[in-house]
């Protein structure tokens, strides 16, 4: 069993199946989108044809929406999944925050809550999209003054409350718009078929994966995950690789993989970030150049599924630096990868 080769394909990193960028977000479940400007090229390099107008008109569209989920972190998901989603992490979330808000000596009564998110619903009922800003404005054509942390804090849990979704795609700052009005309405799930299809969507896009890496994703807790595992057990093949424990899908993809690939991967890209352990694909001497001790992910090259450099994807020329000058690094490949993400930056 070879992890990587299955992962890369699995990830629709090599050999792509879908055209569409809802697709892939679909097939992928939920996608890491901290970056704001670098998810665009997450989702788009798993297509067949990338393309940033494609991902564009999806996003505008409410095809794929970008929110706050598992981990109570910036992700991707297909607009249909939105709702189980949120109901499935809410809970989770909401404790996460009371937390934050707490250890800052913020504490914002249910009554203030309702009555900013009224206003929230009476700006956007005029608007199709609204920044921040707008709401800062709006509140204060109110008369009410907020700080920007505050402001931060009502806008999530109008998010966590199902009233607010991404709005239009803006070059640099995210947006926000009304779900009611953007996304379709959501068919009603139970918390264990909610866990079971979870399950059934991570192992068959991020598999091969290990328990411990299913827990790392979703946020929820080992019981949980172990039950939505348990739901759909006649659907997962365990497979040992090195003396470890991994399980995928019986739908998941094991050929298909094709050796001298370069990739160019964006910062918080599913292939490391989705894994609790990402000893798979980076070596640990080279762990730190991946990801720092505090959760922040940079741009990474790959070469046939392992991690070989870091890449600089904003500003004028490309830029690469390997981790060590003596390892290999296919020069034809990442010219054909960098035209890749040069036309998908021009589409």
């Not at 918390?191 to 890496?213: N, V």
Request: glycine content about 8%.
């Amino acid at each position: 069993m070879n992890p990587i080769s299955q992962r890369l394909l699995n990830q629709q990193l090599i050999c792509p199946q879908f055209t569409r960028p809802h697709d892939v977000v679909a097939w992928m479940g939920a996608m890491q989108a901290q970056e704001y400007r670098m998810m665009r090229w997450a989702v788009g390099m798993r297509t067949k044809r990338p393309s940033a107008r494609a991902f564009e008109q999806a996003y505008n569209e409410g095809q794929i929406v970008r929110a706050h989920l598992f981990r109570t972190t910036w992700q991707l998901v297909a607009g249909e999944d939105l709702g189980w989603m949120l109901s499935l992490c809410r809970d989770n979330a909401l404790r996460g925050m009371a937390g934050w808000m707490h250890a800052n000596g913020v504490d914002i009564p249910r009554a203030e809550q309702e009555a900013i998110q009224q206003i929230f619903q009476d700006h956007l009922s005029a608007s199709r999209t609204a920044l921040k800003a707008d709401f800062a404005a709006a509140l204060e054509q109110r008369g009410i003054l907020m700080d920007d942390q505050r402001l931060s804090y009502h806008i999530r849990l109008a998010e966590y409350s199902g009233l607010l979704c991404s709005g239009d795609l803006f070059p640099m700052k995210p947006s926000y718009a009304l779900a009611a009005g953007k996304l379709p309405k959501a068919s009603p799930m139970t918390q264990e078929e909610a866990t079971a299809r979870l399950a059934r969507t991570y192992f068959r896009s991020h598999g091969p994966a290990s328990l411990e890496d299913f827990v790392w994703w979703s946020g929820l807790n080992i019981g949980d995950c172990r039950k939505g595992m348990d739901a759909i057990k006649g659907e997962l093949i365990e497979v040992r690789w090195k003396g470890l424990s991994f399980f995928r899908h019986r739908d998941s993809r094991t050929r298909g993989f094709r050796s001298g690939t370069v990739t160019l991967l964006p910062p918080y890209d599913e292939y490391l970030i989705g894994y609790k352990s990402r000893h798979v694909a980076v070596h640990q001497d080279h762990m730190h150049r991946a990801h720092s001790g505090n959760g922040i992910f940079w741009p990474i090259v790959l070469q046939d599924g392992q991690a070989v450099g870091n890449w600089s994807p904003f500003g004028g020329k490309m830029q690469t630096e390997r981790f060590h000058p003596e390892l290999s690094l296919d020069a034809c490949a990442l010219e054909k990868e960098t035209a890749r993400y040069t036309r998908f930056l021009s589409k």
